[in-house]
């Protein structure tokens, strides 16, 4: 997963874009970049590190003009140290384009093959999103004639990235001397929303990946982008929107509701708080079916994700909710912390224990999920410390068995605590006295009672099932295989940031 935004509007936007950021900070923290653009020209900065190590005050005053994007990455191809791989992305032709984006492409390195031999056109660095960005010049370049380019050819430039590629991808696109373009994938796998805001002055705009950042930044929500739509808004503010993919079918990620998203997000019509909060009822009922001999004396959240499940959960089976736990805010989340050690590490220098929260205690704590487990094993290894007399592990998500190839960092089975493992079995791993997992159509249902039109989801972390049609073993083991044999290579990258004038054609 990453953060996007993407913003046209009547006044300078790199304070908005920086405050963006900010508030999507959650979505990603290896490195942040924002571009804009005035007088013709591409103004950008982006290096590896959380948004407020990247910029300065003497980087924000370099960015000027009153539209642009930003971004900030979280990596799941390529490398999670190169700078390099930082976004946004640029290519000079044709016009002068600037593209972020979040997801992942599973053809990727086919993509790759084709346009060195096919389209003439070099990829630079490791990292899908360069391949997605020269995909759109080279279809864009297809529908020009000449120097002019209108809405349409745009718009048919997009269908042609639906059709060529595969995966998840939500992205935002300056187009010097045009304005903003933004697109989702015909799965509508990744979120993306539009907001606006009416001044004086016109219409401004801004996209941006979670509805938080619309709400933060003082505009007001219109929608989400639908999969296979695109929303193109000119640099005076005019605004247009077309499908561009046949059979469009939106599945958006359960992870996302899970795990990934804020609380105080809507993505595709469902509150994120709300379904955390089914998440917890539908937990509650199954504790209740399926293992009522446990003597729970009190509810324990792991922070922060799981809050809003854990009170439902307590309430609903009548127990004593406490936190029991207090968290470090300056300590990054360690799902997406690359790296085993460093994950391992971290969690005690995260979370801090209340230990007459624990003491003599029979203690049910609740997580949104478990994937690799060393999480999970460390906070059960400090509830016990703590004076815990049992401790039982409840997760609002089911067991995550597969790889996600659609951006979120779970590639590898061998990684996954519950791959190839019993509920029994990850309970001994991880030093649970029981372990209760959420049913799938539970999960399922609690997005779906709250947007009974939504009909699918994309939940192949619990399932096995790709939404795109196009995941074999053969890509799944070279996924695994090239995962293995690249931590060795992130070892001896180097952090750096870059500053970037580039020259557009035409005026902002």
Not at 81 to 99: D, K
Request: negative net charge; charged residues 20%.
């Amino acid at each position: 997963m990453c953060g996007i935004l993407g913003v046209v509007a009547t006044t300078p936007v790199n304070q908005i874009l920086y405050d963006g950021l900010q508030v999507l900070q959650h979505r990603g923290q290896d490195a942040a970049g924002i571009a804009t653009a005035h007088q013709g020209r591409f103004h950008m900065h982006k290096g590896s590190g959380l948004v407020r190590d990247v910029f300065r005050t003497r980087n924000m005053r370099n960015l000027t003009g009153n539209w642009g994007i930003g971004h900030c990455r979280y990596p799941t191809a390529g490398s999670a140290y190169n700078p390099a791989e930082a976004q946004p992305f640029y290519v000079n032709s044709p016009f002068g384009l600037m593209l972020a984006h979040n997801g992942n492409l599973t053809n990727a390195e086919e993509l790759k093959r084709e346009m060195f031999l096919a389209d003439l056109r070099h990829i630079n660095t490791n990292s899908d999103s360069e391949v997605l960005l020269n995909v759109l010049a080279h279809e864009l370049q297809g529908q020009v004639k000449g120097p002019r380019l209108d809405a349409e050819a745009i718009f048919r430039a997009v269908a042609g990235v639906q059709k060529r590629v595969k995966g998840a991808y939500a992205a935002v696109v300056m187009i010097s001397g045009y304005g903003l373009l933004a697109f989702r994938d015909p799965h509508g796998i990744r979120p993306l929303v539009i907001g606006s805001n009416e001044t004086a002055a016109g219409t401004e705009y801004l996209v941006a990946s979670e509805s938080v950042a619309i709400d933060v930044l003082g505009f007001k929500l219109m929608r989400d982008i639908a999969p296979g739509e695109a929303v193109l808004i000119d640099t005076q503010g005019n605004l247009q929107s077309q499908q561009c993919a046949s059979g469009a079918e939106l599945t958006p990620c359960l992870f996302e509701y899970v795990y990934l998203a804020r609380p105080d997000s809507l993505i595709d019509g469902v509150s994120v708080y709300d379904s955390r909060i089914k998440m917890g009822e539908y937990l509650a009922d199954k504790i209740t079916r399926t293992a009522p001999e446990l003597k729970i004396d009190v509810v324990i959240p792991i922070p922060d994700s799981s809050r809003p499940s854990a009170m439902e959960l307590a309430n609903r089976l009548n127990l004593p909710y406490r936190e029991g736990f207090v968290k470090n805010r300056y300590i990054g989340r360690t799902f997406i912390m690359p790296g085993q050690a460093v994950r391992k590490k971290s969690v005690r220098q995260k979370l801090n224990a209340i230990h007459q929260e624990f003491a003599g205690k029979n203690v049910l704590l609740v997580d949104d999920s478990i994937v690799r487990g060393t999480t999970s094993r460390e906070i059960i290894n400090m509830a016990r410390e703590a004076g815990a007399t049992k401790v039982y592990m409840a997760s609002a998500a089911p067991p995550v068995r597969y790889p996600n190839v659609y951006g979120i960092d779970m590639p590898s089975p061998s990684e996954l605590i519950a791959s190839g493992r019993s509920e029994d079995q990850i309970a001994a791993e991880i030093g649970a006295n029981a372990l209760i997992y959420q049913d799938l159509d539970d999960l399922k249902a609690s997005m779906r009672v709250l947007n009974p039109a939504i009909e699918r989801f994309e939940a192949s972390c619990f399932d096995g099932v790709y939404v795109t049609g196009d995941i074999t073993p053969e890509y799944l083991n070279g996924v695994e295989n090239a995962r293995s044999s690249g931590a060795s290579d992130e070892d001896e990258e180097e952090e750096g940031a870059c500053d970037l004038n580039l020259s557009g054609e035409g005026g902002d």
